[in-house]
């Protein structure tokens, strides 16, 4: 009788070359007006508009951005609820994001917002934590990224 191996995966992170054609569009937020935080706004769209660049298959919706906001609610974010008025309006089909905590602080409307959107087809890439909403496997992984980021809110 043959002896059979099991070969477990590797854990392989997302290629942007993994992608078919999307509407794409990214999302930037920084929480003070201070000067450093202009320049840290300044550097995510720069870097999204260098990463749309280099995918040539993808159709740029654009880089949504809210300053001086905090993460924690929705309130007065008018970038954030203009890309999500979009993506339920069947406009975009990826959201790219720099980080867990640049989309939101709050793991409970971080959590609802990206279960609604994967319900209609929008999924999110959070390109530092390497979570892409698409797979099925996310959840675990968002979910500790989400209580890390609102717990650090809280920490202040």
Same mark, same amino acid.
């Given at each position: 009788? $043959?002896?059979?191996?099991?070969? %477990? =995966? #590797? ?9 078919? =054609? ?33 995918? #040539? @298959?993808?159709? #740029? ?24 008025? %979009?993506?339920?309006?069947? @406009? ?14 709050? $793991? ?6 990206? %279960?609604?959107?994967? #319900? ?28 890390? $980021?609102?717990? %650090?809110?809280? @920490?202040?």
């Amino acid at each position: 009788m $043959a002896h059979l191996q099991v070969i %477990e =995966p #590797n854990k392989t992170t997302l290629k942007t070359e993994d992608f078919e =054609p999307h509407r794409v569009c990214a999302y930037c937020r920084v929480s003070t007006d201070e000067k450093d935080q202009k320049n840290s706004l300044i550097a995510q769209k720069q870097f999204f508009e260098s990463f749309f660049e280099m995918h #040539n @298959n993808w159709t #740029n919706i654009g880089i949504f951005a809210d300053e001086g906001l905090s993460g924690t609610s929705l309130e007065k974010r008018d970038d954030f609820n203009r890309m999500l008025f %979009e993506a339920r309006h069947g @406009n975009i089909d990826i959201i790219l994001t720099k980080e867990v905590s640049r989309f939101s602080r709050n $793991a409970q409307h971080l959590l609802n917002i990206v %279960e609604e959107l994967r #319900n209609r087809g929008v999924y999110i890439w959070f390109l530092a934590d390497d979570i892409y909403t698409e797979k099925d496997d996310y959840r675990e992984e968002l979910s500790k990224a989400a209580s890390d $980021a609102e717990r %650090e809110r809280l @920490n202040g």
